[in-house]
């Protein structure tokens, strides 16, 4: 099957500092991707959906200056979290749509990135 | 607007059991495709089994059957002969195709020895 992977698993940061979350689907291409974000004991809710050669659209309430998200090419997305303050520790999540599996649904998801802000 | 509904937020069964998680969905979009996850501790998300709006059987996949009644919009999942491992939490989504899932709050499955 498809495979999606994320760099890093997990990453401990300073309040202030930004980190970058990578996003690669391994054999596939994926002019779509999707970041959620997953707060403890709840359910994955959409960040942003991240285009490749285009800008992201971004949810409702979700700081684009603050979430940036780049998808430079058809494997790899990435979303930076700029000037990260505790509440912004989460579980992020990508997933991309594979471009052969026209008229299919599934979409496959990374492993995630746990995010600790301190 | 989209909306998925996991009216139980945590289930018990006993090892080797059935058990069955409910999910209802709102969509005014015929064409829809549901989905079942299940997320262990490690976070990953773990695809267990899909419906397509359109799809005349329901589907299954191993111990995974999907009990898609598309009048009453409900796709619940039915877990048969659960095993230890299955512990976990359960989410069902929704997608229309090309775009986001929605996800339903999820449901915490214990399977007890």
């Known amino acids: 099957g498809a495979v999606v992977s994320q760099h890093p698993s997990w990453v401990i940061c300073k309040s202030g500092t930004s980190v970058k979350i990578e996003c690669r689907s391994l054999?596939?291409?994926?002019?779509?991707m999707f970041w959620y974000r997953q707060f403890p004991k709840q359910s994955l809710m959409l960040m942003a959906t991240?285009?490749?050669?285009?800008?992201?659209?971004?949810e409702q309430g979700v700081e684009k200056d603050k979430f940036l998200i780049n998808h430079a090419s058809l494997t790899l997305s990435t979303l930076t979290v700029t000037s990260a303050h505790p509440e912004d520790s989460s579980f992020y999540i990508c997933?991309?749509?594979?471009?052969?599996?026209?008229?299919?649904?599934?979409?496959?998801f990374g492993p995630g990135t746990r995010l600790t802000v301190l | 607007a989209q909306k998925i509904t996991q009216t139980q937020p945590g289930m018990f069964v006993q090892e080797k059991e059935a058990v069955t998680l409910d999910c209802t969905y709102d969509t005014s979009d015929p064409s829809y495709g549901l989905f079942w996850y299940k997320q262990p501790s490690s976070g990953e998300m773990i695809f267990l089994i899909y419906?397509?709006?359109?799809?005349?059987q329901n589907a299954t996949e191993g111990r995974y059957s999907l009990n898609f009644q598309k009048a009453r919009k409900s796709a619940n999942l039915v877990i048969s002969a659960s095993q230890l491992g299955d512990s976990a939490m359960y989410f069902c989504a929704m997608t229309h195709y090309g775009q986001n899932f929605v996800f339903g709050p999820g449901t915490r499955l214990s399977v007890l020895p």
């Open positions: 419906q397509g709006s359109y799809d005349q």
């Open positions: 054999d596939f291409q994926a002019t779509t």
């Open positions: 991240s285009n490749e050669g285009s800008k992201a659209t971004y």
């Open positions: 997933s991309a749509r594979d471009d052969e599996a026209s008229g299919s649904s599934e979409q496959f």
